[in-house]
Nanobody, 122 residues
Framework: EVQLVESGGGSVQAGGSLRLSCTAS????????MGWYRQAPGNECELVAI???????IYADSLKGRFKISQESAKNTVYLQMNSLKPEDTAVYYC????????????????WGQGLQVTVSS
């Protein structure tokens, strides 16, 4: 069973930065994607960024340039650096892990985190 431990959420003023972390354990294989999704109040869950095990990254087009995903493979940890935050970035952010993450959200993946609240005030 894949377990994900997330940290780093919180409140920040517009223009500020936050870094989210997610450490995974219990993978059944070594080739897993890890990524982040988010769900804002009243909105559907959406992709933020995925670190594919093949070595490339997928970002939501609207977040390119402000958000950056990175990985520390030895520790099975993925980070999401969020800069120039806007009030519309307010959401619950979820870490996910699976052999093949895609744009779809949800706990159907092998690993789905509990979620981190990120609140950006104007």
């Amino acid at each position: 069973e894949v377990q994900l431990v997330e940290s780093g959420g919180g409140s920040v003023q517009a223009g500020g930065s936050l870094r989210l972390s997610c450490t995974a354990s219990g993978f059944t294989d070594d080739d897993s994607d890890m990524g982040w999704y988010r769900q804002a109040p009243g909105n559907e869950c959406e992709l933020v960024a995925i670190m594919k095990n093949e070595g490339f990254i997928i970002y939501a087009d609207s977040l390119k340039g402000r958000f950056k995903i990175s990985q520390e493979s030895a520790k099975n940890t993925v980070y999401l650096q969020m800069n120039s935050l806007k009030p519309e970035d307010t959401a619950v952010y979820y870490c996910a892990a699976d052999s093949d993450l895609d744009k779809h959200c949800g706990p159907g993946y092998e690993g789905w985190g509990q979620g981190l609240q990120v609140t950006v005030s104007s």
